[in-house]
C-alpha cells in the first residue's frame, strides 16, 4: 500500500519511544516545569522521548521536518514532516493513569492542520500495549485487525468523550457545554489523551469525541486513524479539525452533534 515505508518507520519509531516512556514511568516521574498554565506540565520523560523520536526521524529521513510538543518546529526540504506528541496525556503519565501515548503523524504541505494532508500516524499506549496505525487510503488497525467506527446511533444513544483545556476560565467554559450535553447524550467519558480518544472512536469503543484547543500533535495522527476507520473527523462548519475544534464520529451523528454543540455554545 502507498506509504507503508512512513508507516513502517512511524511504528517502529512509535514503539520504541513506547518503550522508554514506560520505563521512566515504572522509574518514577516528576514535573520538571509548567508551561501554558500551572497544571499544563512537561516531565523529563516527555524531553527525553522527543529526543529519542526527533533523532530516530532525522537518522532515517533527515530531509523531513518536524514538528514536536517540546522541541518545537524544524523545516524540512522534503515537503513532508513529522507532528509528534511524544508523550500525550501527560497528566495521566504523571499521576500512573495507563491511558497516555505516544503519537507520531507524518504530513504533507505546511505543517498546518488546517492545509496539510496526513499519509501515516502510529499511535501507541505503552501501558496496553495497544498501537493503532492507518496510512491515507489504507484503512485504519488495530494491531493488525482493521477497525472500522461503529455503526451510528441516535444521540440519546451516544457514548460520547470529551477533554478540557488547562486554562482555568475556557475549562469552565467547557464544563458548562459538557453540563448541558449530558443529559442528551448515553454517557460522557473524559479519559484524558486526545491521540486515543480519537483511535476509541476508530475502534468503537465510543461513538464520538469533541474537543476544543487541542494543539496539532495531540490530533494529527488519531485524526487520520478516525478517518480511515470511516470517521467523519471535522472542525466547526467547514473547517478542517484544528485548535479551534475537533469533533470524530459515525457521519450521521457528526452532523447531529455539531448541530447540538453549536447550540449549547461550545
Ligand atoms: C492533552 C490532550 C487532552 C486534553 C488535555 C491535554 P497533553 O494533551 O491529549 O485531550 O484534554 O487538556 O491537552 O498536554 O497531555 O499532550
Given at each position: 500500500?502507498?506509504?507503508?515505508?512512513?508507516?513502517?518507520?512511524?511504528?517502529?519509531?512509535?514503539?520504541?519511544?513506547?518503550?522508554?516512556a514506560?520505563?521512566?514511568?515504572?522509574?518514577?516521574?516528576?514535573?520538571?516545569?509548567?508551561?501554558?498554565?500551572?497544571?499544563?506540565?512537561?516531565?523529563?520523560?516527555d524531553?527525553?522521548?522527543?529526543?529519542?523520536?526527533?533523532?530516530?526521524?532525522?537518522?532515517?529521513?533527515?530531509?523531513?521536518g518536524?514538528?514536536?510538543?517540546?522541541?518545537?518546529?524544524?523545516?524540512?526540504t522534503?515537503?513532508?514532516?513529522?507532528?509528534?506528541?511524544?508523550?500525550?496525556?501527560?497528566?495521566?503519565?504523571?499521576?500512573?493513569?495507563?491511558?497516555?501515548?505516544?503519537?507520531?503523524?507524518?504530513?504533507?504541505?505546511?505543517?498546518?492542520?488546517?492545509?496539510?494532508?496526513?499519509?501515516?500516524?502510529?499511535?501507541?499506549?505503552?501501558?496496553?500495549?495497544?498501537?493503532?496505525?492507518?496510512?491515507?487510503?489504507?484503512?485504519?488497525?488495530?494491531?493488525?485487525?482493521?477497525?472500522?467506527?461503529?455503526?451510528?446511533?441516535?444521540?440519546?444513544?451516544?457514548?460520547?468523550?470529551?477533554?478540557?483545556?488547562?486554562?482555568?476560565?475556557?475549562?469552565?467554559?467547557?464544563?458548562?457545554?459538557?453540563?448541558?450535553?449530558?443529559?442528551?447524550?448515553?454517557?460522557?467519558?473524559?479519559?484524558?489523551?486526545?491521540?486515543?480518544?480519537?483511535?476509541?472512536?476508530?475502534c468503537?469503543?465510543?461513538?464520538?469525541?469533541?474537543?476544543?484547543?487541542?494543539?496539532?500533535?495531540?490530533?494529527?495522527?488519531?485524526?487520520?486513524?478516525?478517518?480511515?476507520?470511516?470517521?467523519?473527523?471535522?472542525?466547526?462548519?467547514?473547517?478542517?479539525?484544528?485548535?479551534?475544534?475537533?469533533?470524530?464520529?459515525?457521519?450521521?451523528?457528526?452532523?447531529?452533534?455539531?448541530?447540538?454543540?453549536?447550540?449549547?455554545?461550545?
Open positions: 500500500m502507498p506509504h507503508d515505508d512512513l508507516l513502517d518507520l512511524a511504528r517502529r519509531v512509535a514503539l520504541e519511544a513506547g518503550a522508554l514506560k520505563r521512566r514511568r515504572d522509574e518514577g516521574v516528576e514535573v520538571a516545569a509548567s508551561k501554558s498554565s500551572p497544571v499544563d506540565i512537561v516531565t523529563e520523560a524531553r527525553e522521548t522527543e529526543r529519542l523520536i526527533r533523532d530516530a526521524l532525522a537518522a532515517a529521513r533527515p530531509a523531513d518536524f514538528f514536536g510538543e517540546e522541541s518545537g518546529a524544524e523545516a524540512g522534503s515537503g513532508l514532516t513529522w507532528v509528534v506528541d511524544p508523550i500525550d496525556g501527560t497528566v495521566n503519565f504523571l499521576y500512573g493513569i495507563p491511558h497516555y501515548a505516544v503519537s507520531i503523524a507524518v504530513v504533507e504541505g505546511e505543517p498546518d492542520p488546517l492545509t496539510w494532508r496526513a499519509l501515516a500516524a502510529a499511535v501507541v499506549n505503552p501501558a496496553s500495549g495497544e498501537l493503532f496505525t492507518a496510512t491515507a487510503g489504507g484503512g485504519a488497525f488495530l494491531g493488525s485487525e482493521p477497525v472500522r467506527v461503529a455503526p451510528a446511533v441516535d444521540l440519546s444513544q451516544a457514548l460520547v468523550s470529551t477533554g478540557f483545556a488547562y486554562d482555568s476560565g475556557e475549562r469552565g467554559r467547557q464544563g458548562s457545554v459538557v453540563s448541558q450535553l449530558l443529559p442528551l447524550v448515553r454517557d460522557i467519558r473524559r479519559m484524558g489523551t486526545a491521540s486515543l480518544d480519537l483511535c476509541f472512536v476508530a468503537g469503543r465510543t461513538n464520538a469525541y469533541y474537543e476544543r484547543t487541542l494543539s496539532p500533535w495531540d490530533h494529527a495522527a488519531g485524526a487520520l486513524i478516525a478517518r480511515e476507520a470511516g470517521a467523519t473527523v471535522k472542525g466547526l462548519g467547514d473547517a478542517a479539525p484544528s485548535r479551534d475544534f475537533i469533533l470524530a464520529a459515525h457521519p450521521e451523528l457528526a452532523a447531529r452533534l455539531e448541530r447540538e454543540l453549536v447550540r449549547l455554545g461550545v
